[in-house]
């Protein structure tokens, strides 16, 4: 049997991921994301899990995909088997939130892998960067779209084209990530944010995450009416009753839907 390169663990209501391929910085290679993918689609499933927290190791979140794996790959391979396409695009299919708790580096792939969560939290020995060009590549998973639309264009250009690293500080400066912790905190910072989360009604909790996603698709006045009618549709839930009574009569909700 083959040794699990994703380590799945459970912290109460919190489903913990832990990329576990340390000799190679965490390389992504599709075994590792096929992994990755199932356990996300586990916890997804899983009515004891309410929100999830993916990280690496102290020395690397991901160094990006595996080069070693790619290296010899013709064009024919990569697009027949739609590569970083349909493994690594299921994902964001994901309905609960997924939090990366990040320490070292967070490249390329890595980096993209980071970003395709709903949000980061980096430790200070963070560093995040697209350096395909220095293989003769460009990114391939949302380096060049994810990016910029986080941290804008003029450093997202910067990033990319000359290939340098940015620190946990200038990340958050950008944009990029929402906390930075000291490194002996960043799991458990982003374990307590998932646990905050997952004590929500879950459906007020993937109704915001979907129309938070749906701001980067649609137009101003479409993502507003989207955000409207979930937020009209919350009111056909008990949860809605509860956490507004539980407000008025200076409670804590009990929410049944989580
Ligand atoms: N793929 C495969 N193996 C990798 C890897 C990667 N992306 N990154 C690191 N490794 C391996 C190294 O080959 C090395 O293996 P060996 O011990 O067997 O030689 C091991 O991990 C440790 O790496 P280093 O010795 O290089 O460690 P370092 O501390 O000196 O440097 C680093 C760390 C700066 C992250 C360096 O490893 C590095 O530059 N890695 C590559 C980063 C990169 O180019 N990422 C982009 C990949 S392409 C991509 O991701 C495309 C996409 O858009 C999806």
Avoid at 16 to 21: F, P, Q, S
Avoid at 116 to 144: H, M, W
Avoid at 165 to 178: N, P
Avoid at 223 to 239: C, K, S, V, W
Wanted: contains cysteine; glycine residues 8%.
């Amino acid at each position: 049997m083959s040794v699990p390169l994703v380590k799945v663990e459970t912290r109460g209501r919190v489903g913990l991921l832990t990329l576990d391929r340390p000799k190679a910085l965490n390389a992504l290679s599709n075994e590792i994301i096929d992994e990755l993918a199932a356990a996300l689609r586990a916890f997804d499933a899983d009515d004891n899990i309410g929100a999830i927290v993916l990280t690496g190791s102290e020395k690397a979140f991901a160094a990006g995909a595996d080069i070693g794996a790619m290296k010899d790959w013709t064009f024919q391979d990569v697009y027949s088997q739609d590569y970083l396409g349909h493994n690594w695009e299921s994902l964001k299919r994901i309905r609960k939130p997924i939090i990366a708790a990040v320490a070292g580096y967070a490249l390329g792939g890595g980096c993209e892998l980071a970003m395709s969560c709903d949000f980061i939290i980096a430790a200070e020995n963070a560093r995040f960067g697209q350096p395909e060009i220095k293989l003769g590549v460009i990114p391939g998973y949302g380096g060049t779209q994810r990016l910029p639309r986080a941290v804008g264009k003029a450093k997202a250009m910067d990033l990319v084209l000359t290939a340098r690293m940015m620190d946990a500080a200038e990340a958050e400066r950008a944009g990029l990530v929402s906390r930075v912790v000291p490194l002996d905190r960043v799991l458990d910072e982003a374990l307590e944010a998932a646990a905050v989360i997952a004590s929500m009604s879950l459906s007020s909790v993937m109704m915001a995450k979907e129309c938070i996603n749906r701001a980067y698709e649609a137009s101003l006045d479409e993502g507003m009416l989207f955000e409207r009618r979930n937020f009209h549709a919350l009111f056909a839930t008990e949860d809605q009753k509860e956490g507004m009574s539980a407000f008025i009569e200076k409670r804590k909700p009990d929410f049944k839907h989580r």
